[in-house]
């Protein structure tokens, strides 16, 4: 089969759910939300363009679960239904055409910049490493009924979202998130249930699943974003990871995201090993960052399997596809700026993506994963708009833009706090 027929190809899930194509977009972070963390037209109006471009299943950005502690300002926070109506209108635009579209649920736990919340949580009282701790405050450990409350919070958020019309949610247990925090040694130092050995440090994860399946229907997708590893001294391994799939699958998780990284070593925004960029030689001659890890998983658990970052050509995805590896390519940046990228390839176009490292000419910026990652947020905001992606950036313009936004949100958001 050439490349068209290969990712047309439909992808049945063990509840009975078809995702049409073998195309996902991968959750990225929109900020498109109101200053007070509601839900948005823009949100509509962006799902409907990657529907309509023919992306098979869309899993949102970070929506959080509770609104004290949120990743970035206007991140969208799921606490009750009083949004229930665009949420509706949410769901129905990402099923354009029989698509599907999953929620991604988060709580960034000490991933929290300081103007957000001076008071961050975690599952120990770990900081970041020095020279990022003016940006993120020292958090305090959890208490036991704390854990206890966010499990619940996931649980609600995910019925909610099922209300509203979702096909699905996804935990966001990787990119050193709470989820992540807790399966990573480094981070969850605990000695009580929720950690000290890897088995206990895996709890809150599956407590978290369990808490979503009673609060859902059977048909009701539930899949994770996980970490293949941390990248970081003392932290969470592929061995580790590997233990946690395994637990998942044999609970009955729907879909595995497999990804990589964190804030302290960013894996998921500059790529990983040696290289041309930071990525193995062997990773770029067959594209996507994480497959060998994927074909790890494929040998001791059945379940389906989504592999994102790095893919850039319609015949390294179709490659990746047919060999067995993943099930879905996982797609951000390239949806980002053509989000008509699969069905121009489904069409039988040759395609091979625009996406290439932002340069501003400023060293210390351009070895920044933040500012890639504001730049093609601010292509999400014009696609809310009703506006076409800019495909390319601006170098310097491109830094200052960026910098104009987060510096007027960053106000905004303190404004509101009264501070």
């Known amino acids: 089969m050439n490349a068209a027929e290969v990712l047309s190809k439909p992808l049945s899930l063990k509840n009975g759910k078809i995702i049409p194509n073998r195309f996902a977009k991968s959750a990225m972070s929109e900020t498109l939300g109101t200053i007070d963390n509601r839900v ?15 992306t098979g299943l869309s ?26 109506e665009l949420l509706k209108a949410w769901a129905k635009a990402g099923k354009a055409g029989g698509k599907q579209i999953w929620m991604q649920l988060n709580h960034p736990g000490k991933q929290i910049p300081k103007m957000l919340n001076k008071e961050p949580v975690s599952p120990s009282a770990i900081p970041f490493r020095k020279e990022m701790q003016s940006m993120f405050g020292t958090p305090r450990a959890l208490t036991g009924p704390e854990v206890e409350d966010i499990v619940e919070r996931f649980a609600r958020s995910a019925a909610i979202a099922e209300k509203a019309g979702f096909d699905g949610v996804q935990i966001h247990g990787a990119h050193g ?16 249930e929720w950690g000290g050995s890897a088995e206990k440090r895996m709890k809150f994860v599956l407590e978290v699943y369990r808490a979503i ?117 996982g797609l951000a940046r390239p949806l980002a700026v053509e989000p008509d990228l699969p069905n121009r390839i489904m069409s039988g176009e040759a395609f091979t993506s625009l996406v290439k490292p932002i340069k501003t000419g400023i060293k210390a910026i351009d070895n920044m994963a933040l500012m890639e990652v504001s730049w093609y947020a601010r292509q999400l905001g014009r696609m809310g708009n009703g506006k076409p992606p800019r495909q390319h950036d601006r170098g310097l313009l491109s830094l200052v833009e960026v910098l104009g936004v987060m510096t007027t949100r960053g106000v905004r958001t303190r404004l509101r706090a009264g501070e």
């Not at 948005?40 to 962006?46: A, I």
């Not at 970070?62 to 229930?84: S, Y």
Request: net charge negative; proline share 3%; glycine share 10%.
């Open 40 to 54: 948005t037209q823009e949100l509509v109006t962006l799902y409907r363009t990657w529907a309509e471009g023919g």
């Open 177 to 192: 998130y709470l989820v992540s925090q807790f399966l990573s040694p480094h981070h969850n130092q605990r000695t009580d």
């Open 213 to 329: 399946r009673a609060s859902t229907n059977p048909d009701f997708c539930v899949g994770i974003k996980l970490n293949s590893a941390d990248f970081q001294r003392g932290g969470f391994t592929e061995d580790e990871s590997l233990a946690v799939i395994d637990a998942l699958a044999s609970e009955g998780i729907d879909l595995v995201e497999i990804s990589g990284g964190n804030y302290e070593s960013p894996a998921m925004a500059k790529g990983t090993g040696k290289g041309s960029g930071g990525v193995k030689q062997s990773t770029l001659a067959r594209e996507a960052y994480f497959l060998e890890f994927a074909e790890k998983v494929r040998k001791r658990a059945d379940v389906p399997l989504m592999v994102t970052g790095g893919f850039r050509t319609s015949e390294g995805m179709a490659q990746a596809i047919a060999s067995g590896a993943t099930d879905l390519v």
């Open 59 to 84: 899993i949102t950005g970070n929506v959080m679960v509770d609104r004290r502690h949120i990743g970035e300002p206007q991140n969208v926070v799921l606490e009750d239904e009083q949004d229930i």
